[in-house]
Every structure is written in C-alpha cells, then in structure tokens.
C-alpha cells in the first residue's frame, strides 16, 4: 500500500529554483566527451571510492560497449544546486547516483526516465530485496536502479570499554547516555557525533529517532508531524549526548568522528560501515579492538532501527540511444562477477541488494569482508529494521527531498547544541520549517 503523497514543485518553482542554481553554480556544469560518452555523476568523494569505481568503469570500458562511460565526481553539499542548474542548462549527467529523498527532488525538475523494465529485469536476474526497490517505485514506475545498501551501527572500542569496567554495548538509550559519560574522562570522550548542518548529523540523528519511535514524521496523508514528544525525546538524548562529544562537534560531517573514534579521542560513534577498513592502519589497534552493536533503543515506545539507505543509479540521458547505453552499464554493474568491484569501493560501508550479490566470490573474498565478516552480518541483520524519513509504512512522501535538502534535521541540532534552545523550542521550529518547505 502506498500514501503520504503530497503535491510536486509546479513547472514555474522548478524554472524558478533551476534557475537560481545556474547563477549559484556560475553557469554550466557541462559534461565533457562526445556524443559517444556516457556522463556518470557519484558524490563518492574519498580517493580510494574514486579508484574503486573507476577500476569498474574501466572494467565495462573494456567491453568496447558503443558508449563508453566518463565518471564525473560530486559533492553532496552541491548536489541539489548542482543537478537543477545542469538540468535547466540540458547539461545534466547521463546517469546520477542518488539516495531515495534525493530522487524525490531531483524527478519534478523533469529529466529523469522510468526505468520499470531494466528494474523488473534485473530483479528476475538476481533477485532485490524490498526494502531495495520500494523507495524508488511511484506512479508505477521504478525511477531508479538499486545498486548497494547504507545502515547505521553503534560502534565502539574494546580496549577503551575494558579500560572503564563496561562489559557489554549499551542496548537501551539510557544505558547509551551512561556509557558516554563514563568513558568520557580527561582528553577522553564517551562519543563522538556530528553536529554541523549537513547529511551527517542528519542520518545519526534519525537512527536514533526511530529506535526512539519517532521515524515516521509524517501523518498517513503525508502531512508533517514532527512536533511530537517521542522527536523531543531524541533531541534531548541528543543534546545530552553531544556533551560527551568532543568539543567541536559542531564542525563535524562523517570524517571528524570517525579521526576521533580511530584515535581514541572518542569511545564511541554511530556510523555506517565504513569505520571497517582503515580501522586497524588509523589506530594503531588489532580489529579484535573495534566493536559493532544495533543501535540502542528507547525504553519505552522504541524499537530496533537504523537509517537505511538504498542508493541506486537514476538515467537521465536525453537521448534514447544514450539511455540504453546507461542501463547496459547498470546491467554489466550488478553481474555478480562485476558487483565486488563496487562494493569493495568501501568495503561494509556498501552492502549488497541482491540475493546473488550477498554470495558473489567477488564481494565475499574481500579481506576486509573476510576479517570483520561479523560486524558485515550484524550490519546485514539490521538492514532488516532500517528504515528512511518518508518511505517509513509504505509512505512515498514527495516533498521528503524538500526537507532533507535544507538539512532541517541537523538544524534542529544546531539549536540546540549552539543555540542553547530547548529541546521542545527547536523541534517546534523544525516542524515549521518542514510545513514551509514542503507548501512551496
């Protein structure tokens, strides 16, 4: 079942906000290459994701394919600008990984195909799991490919919760906030979150909101419904854990957290899979030292939970040749023997969607897999309980893109890690800048 629609942007918002971008990205961000390259655009900025991926693109460049594929790196911060302005400027990149709010907001400017037939194709090949495909289906249609999955655990250092007499990971919220504050002793600190407005802060904030039974912000009509005291609760656990944080966490996004866990300048962090490789070269420890736990649940009215992310490939070639030419990538993609290449970009922190993807030789022999295979099954079982803002019980919230653009999540933050408001004042203002963004 599906609801919790809400009204697109009108033609005259989306040439409105295109428009705006092109200014702000000073005019075309072009492709480069001939009519023959395909333009690939990825926000997988670390140098070893840029490898990885190239390593498979040259791979199917390999193949002498009729159109060869250019990859073309992003950022995350720019992107939303970035692809507006391209598709105003008919410049916009053949293919656009994207995440499911980020689809939301990239469709209504009007350049992204459905791509039902390859999806229902590549499901009778290898098999997606539900939870891959569901956020990308609407109006019938599948308008995006999946291509590996995102979730959330709570990590933490095994030498450092032996040092302070804790025996086993925190399983409740309270036991969470306990712990920081005991593992937080002289340069010490019990965790490290992020607390600066960008995606960050707002994916570690939401985990905790659904193990807190605060996930779904929206009413079954697709209203807003932030405001509520379960979203005041994990603020205030929020708030009270960025006290245990270092102390500027309010410059933090995805890499300070994971340098300060590495360095033992934190005990703690909640994160995705990607604190697996660099683990033991960063901090100077055996992986027997990293610990992988659910992320800890509300005592009362919470349950098992983390963000998770499908992230898949959208086709947005103007041309129909092209088009076909970016959905023969996508296929060559998910071939098993192709599929660790991708994976093993960021070996845990990219989870398989396919059935024959969780077995393939290609991903399964990775050494990283293969040395930390119960962290990657731990993070495989809670995959199961994973969920993302505006797809939570069969919702397709159109105007999620809206809110997730302006990082209003980690604005809510903001105000209450540096503006010293109350929890309750800020979840206030955040559901009224939901409903502003949303009515536009």
Same mark, same amino acid.
């Given at each position: 079942?599906?609801?919790?629609?809400?009204?697109?942007?009108?033609?005259?918002?989306?040439?409105?906000?295109?428009?705006?971008?092109?200014?702000?990205?000073?005019?075309?961000?072009?492709?480069?290459?001939?009519?023959?390259?395909?333009?690939?655009?990825?926000?997988?900025?670390?140098?070893?994701?840029?490898?990885?991926?190239?390593?498979?693109?040259?791979?199917?460049?390999?193949?002498?394919?009729?159109?060869?594929?250019?990859?073309?790196?992003?950022?995350?911060?720019?992107?939303?600008?970035?692809?507006?302005?391209?598709?105003?400027?008919?410049?916009?990149?053949?293919?656009?990984?994207?995440?499911?709010?980020?689809?939301?907001?990239?469709?209504?400017?009007?350049?992204?195909?459905?791509?039902?037939?390859?999806?229902?194709?590549?499901?009778?090949?290898?098999?997606?799991?539900?939870?891959?495909?569901?956020?990308?289906?609407?109006?019938?249609?599948?308008?995006?490919?999946?291509?590996?999955?995102?979730?959330?655990?709570?990590?933490?250092?095994?030498?450092?919760?032996?040092?302070?007499?804790?025996?086993?990971?925190?399983?409740?919220?309270?036991?969470?906030?306990?712990?920081?504050?005991?593992?937080?002793?002289?340069?010490?600190?019990?965790?490290?979150?992020?607390?600066?407005?960008?995606?960050?802060?707002?994916?570690?904030?939401?985990?905790?909101?659904?193990?807190?039974?605060?996930?779904?912000?929206?009413?079954?009509?697709?209203?807003?419904?932030?405001?509520?005291?379960?979203?005041?609760?994990?603020?205030?656990?929020?708030?009270?854990?960025?006290?245990?944080?270092?102390?500027?966490?309010?410059?933090?996004?995805?890499?300070?957290?994971? #340098?300060?866990?590495? *360095? @033992?300048?934190? +005990?703690? $962090?909640?994160?995705?899979?990607?604190? =697996?490789?660099?683990?033991? /070269?960063?901090?100077?420890?055996?992986?027997?030292?990293?610990?992988?736990?659910?992320?800890?649940?509300?005592?009362?009215?919470?349950?098992?939970?983390?963000?998770?992310?499908?992230?898949? #490939?959208?086709?947005? *070639? @103007?041309?129909? +040749?092209? $088009?076909?030419?970016?959905?023969?990538? =996508?296929?060559?993609?998910? /071939?098993?023997?192709?599929?660790?290449?991708?994976?093993?970009?960021?070996?845990?922190?990219?989870?398989?969607?396919?059935?024959?993807?969780?077995?393939?030789?290609?991903?399964?022999?990775?050494?990283?897999?293969?040395?930390?295979?119960?962290?990657?099954?731990?993070?495989?079982?809670?995959?199961?309980?994973?969920?993302?803002?505006?797809?939570?019980?069969?919702?397709?919230?159109?105007?999620?893109?809206?809110?997730?653009?302006?990082?209003?999540?980690?604005?809510?933050?903001?105000?209450?890690?540096?503006?010293?408001?109350?929890?309750?004042?800020?979840?206030?203002?955040?559901?009224?800048?939901?409903?502003?963004?949303?009515?536009?």
């Amino acid at each position: 079942m599906r609801y919790g629609k809400v009204k697109r942007l009108t033609a005259a918002a989306v040439a409105a906000v295109a428009g705006l971008s092109v200014a702000a990205c000073g005019g075309s961000s072009g492709p480069a290459g001939d009519d023959k390259t395909l333009i690939l655009w990825h926000m997988e900025q670390p140098p070893n994701r840029v490898a990885e991926f190239q390593k498979l693109i040259d791979g199917y460049n390999s193949t002498n394919p009729e159109y060869k594929v250019q990859a073309q790196v992003q950022d995350w911060n720019q992107i939303y600008t970035k692809i507006s302005g391209a598709v105003q400027s008919k410049t916009q990149p053949d293919i656009l990984f994207t995440i499911p709010d980020f689809t939301t907001y990239v469709r209504p400017l009007g350049a992204v195909r459905p791509v039902t037939a390859l999806v229902e194709e590549l499901d009778k090949a290898h098999t997606f799991g539900e939870a891959a495909k569901a956020p990308y289906r609407d109006d019938d249609q599948y308008w995006a490919v999946p291509l590996y999955g995102m979730v959330q655990m709570l990590w933490y250092r095994k030498d450092l919760m032996a040092k302070a007499g804790i025996a086993e990971p925190p399983k409740t919220t309270a036991e969470l906030l306990a712990a920081a504050q005991r593992l937080t002793s002289g340069n010490q600190k019990g965790i490290a979150l992020p607390a600066g407005k960008n995606l960050a802060t707002d994916q570690v904030l939401y985990s905790l909101m659904l193990t807190g039974g605060a996930g779904n912000f929206f009413t079954p009509s697709g209203e807003v419904n932030f405001d509520t005291p379960e979203t005041v609760r994990a603020i205030t656990l929020y708030r009270d854990l960025l006290k245990q944080s270092p102390s500027d966490s309010g410059n933090y996004s995805w890499g300070e957290p994971q #340098a300060a866990f590495n *360095s @033992g300048a934190a +005990a703690m $962090a909640i994160e995705k899979g990607q604190y =697996l490789a660099p683990f033991e /070269q960063e901090s100077g420890r055996p992986a027997s030292d990293l610990g992988c736990a659910p992320i800890p649940v509300a005592e009362t009215g919470g349950k098992p939970g983390s963000i998770y992310y499908s992230n898949a #490939a959208m086709v947005m *070639s @103007g041309d129909d +040749a092209k $088009a076909a030419g970016a959905e023969a990538f =996508l296929k060559y993609v998910l /071939q098993p023997e192709n599929y660790g290449t991708l994976l093993n970009a960021e070996p845990g922190l990219f989870l398989p969607l396919t059935a024959d993807g969780a077995t393939a030789e290609s991903w399964t022999s990775n050494q990283v897999v293969q040395k930390y295979r119960g962290c990657v099954d731990a993070m495989l079982e809670q995959s199961k309980t994973g969920g993302l803002f505006g797809f939570l019980d069969g919702q397709y919230v159109d105007s999620i893109g809206k809110i997730s653009g302006q990082n209003v999540l980690a604005q809510v933050v903001q105000r209450v890690y540096s503006g010293d408001e109350s929890p309750e004042a800020a979840v206030k203002w955040g559901d009224e800048q939901m409903r502003t963004a949303v009515a536009k």
